[in-house]
């Protein structure tokens, strides 16, 4: 009870962010004891609740910049990463959030750390466009900007009635004048034209003029790059990582929802990009190991959890294929999220995520890495915007195709799809 009290003492605005976050020790599970779904979602949002507030109330605070380290790979000089870091930091975190913020309110001690994050969110998002507030985020130098701006986007599209309609008329005209400015920069020849494409989509849902040209040549071209069974490469070849999951199938269905409801593409492109994302969780299903392990191959493996936003946007569109039911969903990724930080030391005393990916490792930290990039990890919390009486939180647990298959269980064959 005492670990729990911290955090709703936090929830409550009676503690701060800082150093009592890292004391908030997350409730470990004993080896060989299966957790009910209860005992899951509490594990689930205490420790998002731990990863996402230094960064929210901190913005909310006005203290972001002052506050937050910026650790960067060795022998990178931080002054680069201080123009850009902060933006990094709150769009990820934004992205990860924005489904479980978006659950309406109740009196649950989750409910109180929930409302507490919103409410909090919403004020630093008013800080982070003021000019005049020491947290103004900069979004109008650099080409960095193009990608976090539109993971501030990717939470707006997801949570529009938690996170977008409470803003005042001043900050709603703010953000969409960010927005814009981004339009003076271009970026890479990559999974950098859907964030283009998903800021230009966000400005038509708020009744903004799109730049059609970065909506046409998104949409052209990821389509363009689709390898078959559930794969697309980042750019003109194929490269070996998590960016379909940690970008590209999220962002794209995202995406592509907007351009159907305004009637820009079929709704049959939109489905088809749904059926891709879908064949692709099934390969993230079957990576995670009987421990809850899994490779840590590819770029940005500091990103973490984030590996596992394409199979959890999934859980939370309710739309995993028959043979994966959301218990073993569930339970997989229960059990990374345990081996990830219960057995990993990934917070400073100040409770800030550090480089590395179990533990601090900053040698491993790609050259355009930074301690704001590290808050991807929050996008793999996505199944916590699926309400407690959700078939996802109240099935018995279940074991995953991994556990299963190294155990002589009967478990399902796979095969190449052809859409």
């Known amino acids: 009870m005492k670990n729990y009290t911290y955090a709703v003492l936090i929830g409550l605005g009676l503690l701060t962010a800082g150093p009592v976050l890292h004391a908030q020790q997350l409730r470990k599970a004993k080896p060989g004891v299966t957790t009910t779904g209860g005992q899951d979602r509490e594990y689930w949002s205490n420790l998002l609740y731990k990863i996402a507030s230094p960064v929210i109330l901190n913005l909310a605070n006005g203290t972001l910049k002052q506050n937050m380290p910026v650790e960067v790979p060795p022998g990178q000089k931080t002054d680069f990463f201080k123009k850009v870091t902060y933006l990094e930091a709150v769009g990820r975190t934004m992205a990860g959030v924005a489904p ?44 960095q900007p193009i990608v976090d701006a539109a993971y501030m986007a990717q939470a707006f599209l997801r949570a529009p009635k938690a996170l977008w309609e409470p803003l005042d008329a001043v900050t709603k005209a703010r953000i969409a004048e960010e927005f814009k400015t ?54 003109p070849s194929l490269s070996i990582d ?28 939109y489905e088809t990009a749904v059926k891709r994302m879908v064949r692709y969780s099934e390969f993230s299903e079957r990576i995670i190991g009987p421990d809850g392990t899994y490779p840590p191959m590819g770029r940005s493996v500091t990103y973490r959890t984030a590996a596992f936003q394409a199979l959890g946007q999934v859980a939370l569109m309710e739309k995993l294929p028959s043979e994966i ?72 647990a279940a074991e995953w195709t991994a556990k299963k298959a190294w155990t002589g269980q009967p478990f399902k064959k796979d095969y190449h799809v052809e859409y």
């Open 100 to 143: 479980w913020l978006a659950l309406p309110d109740d009196e649950t001690k989750e409910g109180l750390l929930r409302k507490k994050l919103r409410t909090a969110l919403l004020k630093g998002i008013a800080n982070a466009v003021d000019p005049a507030n020491p947290d103004y985020l900069n979004f109008r130098t650099e080409s």
């Open 242 to 269: 998590y960016y379909n999951s940690y970008v590209i199938h999220p962002m794209l269905v995202d995406f592509f929802k907007v351009l159907s409801v305004k009637k820009r593409i079929k709704e049959e492109m």
């Open 182 to 235: 981004l339009r003076t920069r271009t970026g890479a020849y990559n999974n950098w034209l859907l964030f283009a494409g998903i800021n230009e989509a966000f400005l038509m849902t708020i009744g903004e003029q799109p730049d059609p040209a970065r909506l046409e040549f998104a949409k052209r071209k990821i389509q363009e790059w689709y390898q078959g069974d559930g794969w697309y490469s980042d750019g």
């Open 325 to 396: 039911s959301p218990a073993q969903v569930r339970s997989g990724l229960t059990a990374v999220m345990r081996r990830m930080f219960d057995q990993c030391d990934n917070f400073d005393k100040a409770g800030w995520l550090v480089l590395g990916f179990c533990g601090s490792q900053p040698g491993i930290a790609d050259g355009y890495t930074s301690t704001g990039s590290l808050y991807m990890a929050t996008l793999g919390f996505l199944p916590l915007g699926l309400p407690a009486d959700n078939v996802f939180w109240t099935m018995p």
